[in-house]
């Protein structure tokens, strides 16, 4: 048999690959766990250091710590994470007996291209995530089974992290369950990101989105070997054919990269991790039990930890505990702790939006009179202190009355507000703007002189002009404003209000000297 790269032909038909006899031969003789040389069960003992480690490091201590473990994937969808598919000719086998072994240990997609007396024969042992091709059919019917097993394979990976579905790992670790024993242990790792909710809370979804597939992407990379789920939330599933000590070993490796990998825009990104072990036939709902209590106790314990289910039971056992009291106590104190956080969290938005809407008008969202008649005096008693600038500026609309007397209120506020917003865009980073009353409009600059301030409002003026306003209906709207403008006099400026009263006068000298203009 061939290997065949993608678009290449077999017997006129396109495949991404064609599977070799020779690998075939290879799967036969891989040596369980349990037959591990001295030498390298020695070198897995050992003790593995909790330095963070960069991702070619890890990738190969897991590599080498699982090269006899034998490749999980799920029974009724045995697909590999790229999607590939193999194609299996009959013809290429001596018998057609050879040829079902062939198939049955191919753990990816299969089209099988049998002759017409073979079908029958066929269709008792094929899997349904796989088809059946009749040598010589046209290339586009290939094309076509191709493209259903693609979607088959779609439908059983998560969409986000493009990890295999809990459904799957369910499914896999029933099959492993069933034949493990001693001498072929599987091991189930469950990993959950810590703070998941924090992060979503504080810096979006989106971002909480990107951690979860940057994870995928890392845990699969790692893990090449193994079974690889999101099972919920941030919490993923890490099935291997392997006993304890080695899983715990895959576990801390992941666990270092992890705490030392460079998320993007994100620091201290850490996970949990609790770790079960089959060595007998059992219910896949017990293993899974055993590696969420762990992984509890991990949280509870501080977080960013391997436990193993082995490990609560020794403890139970010396400290004359049940063990379910332990699993309660651990459950509890991590459920304690995050609805600790989402109080905390949920407290902190509330008042952060009452704050921002005590002090935030309705309809410009410019800072309210309120905000600015307080925050006004803490600049102008600031100023005075500290020998420093202040230039404050009053915007008024030029014929704001008449805009809502022809085209009503509707169009008076969305005047508004398209004015708000220009001048929010054209003032500097340090100045602030409030709405003073009506049509008008405060600009605060501190630390600045009576030049740079004609500069800013300026700048407002030219923009308003040329801002495109519009009608409710969409008709045009010309919207000009005038701007007075005074600088902090510390001999006649004993307080706000007359501060306030001379920057009123600039203002009705800008409109009476023919409007759109700065006056200081």
Request: include cysteine.
């Amino acid at each position: 048999m061939t290997y065949v790269k993608d678009g290449a032909d077999l017997g006129g038909h396109h495949l991404s690959s064609h599977f070799s006899k020779q690998a075939f031969e290879s799967r036969r003789f891989k040596k369980l766990p349990g037959e591990l040389p001295n030498d390298k069960a020695n070198k897995q003992s050992m003790d593995l250091s909790l330095q963070r480690l960069d991702f070619s490091a890890a990738c190969n201590q897991v590599s080498e710590l699982l090269s006899y473990a034998q490749p999980l994937r799920p029974n009724r969808c045995p697909v590999d994470r790229e999607a590939e598919i193999v194609g299996l000719a009959s013809s290429e086998f001596a018998t057609f007996e050879e040829f079902k072994t062939a198939y049955l240990a191919v753990q990816v997609p299969v089209i099988c291209f049998l002759r017409p007396h073979e079908v029958e024969e066929a269709v008792g042992w094929i899997r349904d995530s796989d088809d059946i091709s009749m040598v010589g059919e046209p290339a586009s019917l290939t094309r076509w089974r191709r493209e259903r097993i693609t979607k088959a394979h779609d439908r059983r990976l998560d969409s986000l992290t493009r990890t295999y579905c809990r459904e799957e790992l369910i499914e896999a670790l029933r099959s492993a369950c069933q034949v493990a024993s001693p001498f072929q242990p599987v091991s189930l790792i469950l990993m959950d990101l810590d703070h998941l909710k924090s992060i979503n809370d504080q810096a979006g979804v989106e971002a909480g989105d990107q951690i979860l597939r940057q994870m995928g992407v890392l845990v699969q990379s790692i893990c090449k070997n193994s079974l690889v789920s999101r099972t919920r939330g941030g919490e993923f599933g890490v099935l291997v054919q392997s006993n304890e000590s080695i899983a715990k070993r895959v576990a801390t490796i992941l666990r270092d990269t992890v705490d030392g990998y460079q998320w993007q825009g994100f620091v201290g990104v850490t996970a949990s991790f609790g770790v079960a072990t089959a060595l007998a036939s059992c219910e896949p709902s017990l293993v899974l039990r055993q590696a969420d209590e762990a992984l509890f106790a991990a949280k509870a314990i501080g977080r960013n930890q391997v436990v193993c289910y082995s490990e609560i039971v020794n403890v139970s056992q010396v400290d004359s505990d049940q063990l379910e009291v332990i699993s309660l106590e651990n459950k509890a104190r991590v459920m304690s702790e995050r609805v600790t956080n989402f109080v905390t969290q949920q407290s902190r938005r509330i008042m952060m939006t009452l704050h921002k809407e005590a002090n935030t008008d309705a309809l410009t969202q410019l800072f309210n009179r309120r905000y600015l008649d307080k925050q006004l005096v803490e600049e102008f008693n600031m100023a005075i202190v500290n020998d420093r600038d202040l230039c404050i500026a009053l915007v008024d609309l030029d014929h704001f009355g008449e805009v809502n007397k022809v085209h009503g209120w509707p169009t008076g506020d969305r005047t508004l507000c398209t004015v708000a917003e220009t001048i929010t865009r054209s003032i500097r980073a340090a100045d602030w703007v409030g709405r003073y009353g009506g049509e008008e409009i405060c600009i605060v600059m501190p630390d600045t002189n009576l030049e740079q301030a004609m500069t800013v409002c300026e700048r407002v003026r030219r923009a308003t002009d040329l801002s495109q306003c519009s009608t409710t209906s969409g008709q045009p709207l010309r919207i000009t404003v005038s701007i007075g403008i005074v600088e902090l006099d510390r001999a006649s400026d004993q307080s706000v209000t007359q501060l306030i009263e001379r920057v009123s006068r600039m203002t009705l000298k800008a409109k009476s000297s023919g409007r759109n203009q700065v006056q200081c």
